[in-house]
């Protein structure tokens, strides 16, 4: 089993760093591993699909995933790779974060399974909100020196980093030691003696292995994966819009699956072996026909219809595929009245608008003032007649002619028209 787990993430490229005897612990039996997760919102996003799949593997693999929403440790903030502390939550929203983090999760982890490795979540918050700082000092901190603490990287790199002028402060700085205590818990409690998670943990798994050393008496594990970039440069898992979320109602399903469909080949050909638990000869053959036939872009299509399905259903993912060729539809008025408004506006993102009130449209809005004086479209009277003489114009991708008159049959959402100049130039029309 242990071989098993690290070969996968080995030929995935998942694996960054590992404790020497880790594969020979994990050979040995059943074992728990814990990755921890920052609940400061109320839906994961696509930079938490890494150790997501760990987890996700390391449970195909026979062993026991441990989840661990930091409620704790979400009130301090953990410096690594940041640059300034983060706000603090309340019990109340914390464990609202936490019931939808565990939705999210169970896409990818069985935790209703009868079996020994059915996955289990904890929250670091259960064991250290009774915990009183002098016993926290007493107990744990005495076990690790201060020089220590200052080697590792995360600590050295924020207090050395020229835009923090504010330096660190106690808080953060002791965020290791309340890490390392979760994997010391655990350890003792859950007989967890793996923690997972990205590169830039390693130094506080490591403080946690050594608590469970000098405080447990026992032997902890270390398992970290690279951190995900982007070929271009750009930061994975950030769209025009800031985070790509998990959840559908921060980044709709469509908006998620262009995400991926939108990779560059050299991305596609990575991520394909990340986020999807499609096999290694299948990725081969994939990677095979891509490179025959590029255009066609078989690498994006199958992670995207893999991680998109995973992530939302596969109703969802059906749906965006729909909204994504909605514009070369030949049923177009038909298909584009199937979709939610969210969908509607995403699909035309970016596209200029103007509102014109419910009014106008009893006695109808006749062409060339919906061309030019309503709504500024084109920029005269004049130019509305060529395009329209030219048959360019186009009410719902329906091409139209100056006769014309636009109704309430037009709408489409019971608020929307759609008027298109040529294939690319559209303009949307809302009615309120």
Request: hydrophobic share 35%; net charge negative.
């Amino acid at each position: 089993m242990g071989k098993h787990f690290v070969e996968e993430l080995k030929w995935r490229g998942m694996l960054h760093d590992s404790m020497p005897r880790v594969e020979d612990h994990l050979s040995e039996a059943m074992r728990s591993a814990y990755v921890g997760f920052d609940p400061t919102a109320d839906s994961l996003h696509i930079g938490n699909l890494v150790p997501i799949m760990l987890l996700a593997h390391y449970q195909r693999c026979g062993h026991k995933p441990v989840a661990l929403v930091g409620g704790a440790t979400g009130m301090i903030g953990d410096p690594s790779g940041k640059s300034s502390e983060r706000n603090l939550l309340d019990e109340k929203t914390l464990r609202h974060n936490q019931d939808a983090i565990k939705r999210q999760l169970s896409h990818f982890l069985d935790f209703e399974s009868d079996d020994a490795n059915a996955a289990v979540l904890v929250n670091n918050y259960d064991w250290m909100k009774e915990f009183s700082f002098l016993e926290f000092i007493r107990d744990v901190g005495k076990h690790i020196t201060v020089n220590y603490m200052m080697a590792k990287d995360s600590v050295k790199n924020r207090i050395s980093s020229e835009s923090s002028n504010d330096g660190m402060s106690f808080t953060e700085f002791t965020y290791q030691l309340v890490q390392g205590y979760d994997f010391l818990h655990l350890y003792k409690d859950n007989s967890c003696t793996i923690q997972m998670g990205g590169s830039d943990q390693w130094g506080n798994i490591t403080t946690g292995t050594e608590l469970i050393r000098r405080i447990g008496g026992g032997k902890g594990y270390a398992i970290t994966c690279p951190l995900i970039t982007k070929s271009d440069g750009s930061k994975f898992g950030k769209s025009e819009g800031g985070n790509v979320w998990l959840d559908a109602n921060r980044t709709s399903p469509y908006k998620f699956y262009q995400y991926w469909l939108n990779s560059s080949d050299e991305d596609a050909e990575k991520y394909i072996k990340i986020f999807t638990f499609l096999t290694q000869k299948e990725i081969e053959n994939l990677i095979a026909e891509h490179s025959e036939m590029p255009h066609l872009r078989v690498l994006q299509k199958r992670l995207a219809e893999e991680i998109t399905t995973m992530v939302h259903s596969k109703n969802e993912f059906e749906n965006a595929v729909k909204a994504s060729q909605i514009l070369f539809s030949k049923s177009f008025k038909e298909d584009i009245k199937t979709l939610d408004e969210k969908t509607f506006l995403d699909v035309f993102e970016g596209v200029k608008q103007t509102e014109l009130p419910q009014i106008d449209l009893v006695s109808g809005i006749d062409m060339i003032a919906a061309l030019a004086a309503k709504t500024n479209f084109l920029s005269s009277n004049g130019e509305a007649r060529r395009a329209l003489k030219e048959n360019a114009i186009a009410i719902n991708k329906v091409k139209v002619k100056e006769d014309y008159v636009l109704t309430s049959e037009d709408l489409i959402n019971d608020k929307y028209i759609i008027i298109s100049r040529g294939k690319k130039t559209n303009f949307i029309l809302k009615i309120i």
